[in-house]
């Protein structure tokens, strides 16, 4: 075998700068992360107290932000710019959960999550744009979810927030293609994070309440936050210049198998 003895080529995100919303834990953290590995500056935008606290690491930048607030947000992009000298890639990936039938959530759950969910990927995004359009790369990629498609018990709320952030997603892509900007979504099952961990153990039984939790992707698993942070970062790569408009499922086959059950 002949070695080659030319210089090793840059990583894909050499040169890039992406900001993250909700980056300082799960699956946010994990993007932050896998996308600092490939070689972007990365700007973690977060409520967190890590970012308050310096507890985010060097590699990365905190930067404190509501995505429900305007202000904080165009604050936050303003300094992501400043200090890392321009802005690539935008990942979308705030978000809260709700539990409930349409009987089970009030008005003000109703307005929280939407405002959350929804209206904070647009404010973000908004605030991004004329830094995207001046990048040969610029891609958003926003984290959507399985019950966008597909209908979960008493997650009326939550499905419809992910609902509008895959139509966000698809309208997006069509204002802003000419200009440069890719835009994309994913859309993962049930993710293992601490947040489920410390979730399951208000269940009587949390073994077994994981056990169907895991069983609800036909991999019999739950999604590892790197698996879907593998996934943005394939679709905020310029690799991948032909990607845009689309919903990459990362469900463990959720959506479209229907195995049946072991013997």
Not at 60 to 65: A, F, H, T
Not at 188 to 217: C, I, K, N, W
């Amino acid at each position: 075998m002949v070695q080659s003895t030319g210089p090793s080529p840059a990583p894909e995100f050499a040169g890039l700068v992406a900001a993250v919303t909700g980056g300082a834990s799960g699956i946010g953290r994990a993007v932050a992360e896998e996308l600092h590995a490939r070689g972007a500056a990365v700007a973690v935008l977060d409520l967190d107290a890590a970012v308050d606290t310096g507890r985010v690491p060097e590699h990365l930048l905190g930067v404190r932000c509501d995505v429900t607030d305007r202000a904080q947000v165009d604050a936050a992009v303003a300094r992501t710019v400043e200090r890392l000298g321009g802005l690539d890639v935008l990942v979308n990936n705030a978000g809260v959960g709700a539990v409930g039938t349409v009987e089970e959530n009030d008005d003000d759950e109703w307005a929280r999550v939407l405002d959350v969910n929804v209206v904070g990927m647009a404010r973000t995004t908004r605030a991004a744009l004329p830094h995207l359009r001046a990048s040969r790369h610029a891609a958003v990629v926003n984290v959507c979810s399985i019950a966008a498609l597909n209908g979960l018990p008493q997650r009326a709320l939550y499905a419809a927030s992910k609902g509008a952030v895959l139509a966000l997603t698809f309208a997006m892509a069509t204002d802003h293609v000419h200009e440069g900007i890719r835009v994309n979504c994913v859309s993962p099952a049930t993710v293992h994070t601490a947040f489920v961990d410390r979730m399951l153990q208000g269940f009587p039984d949390p073994v077994a309440e994981r056990a169907a939790l895991d069983a609800r992707q036909a991999t019999g698993r739950m999604v590892t936050v790197q698996e879907v942070a593998g996934a943005v970062a394939y679709l905020a790569s310029p690799r991948s210049g032909s990607t845009t408009g689309s919903n990459l499922e990362v469900d463990g086959g959720f959506g479209h198998l229907r195995v049946r059950p072991s013997r």
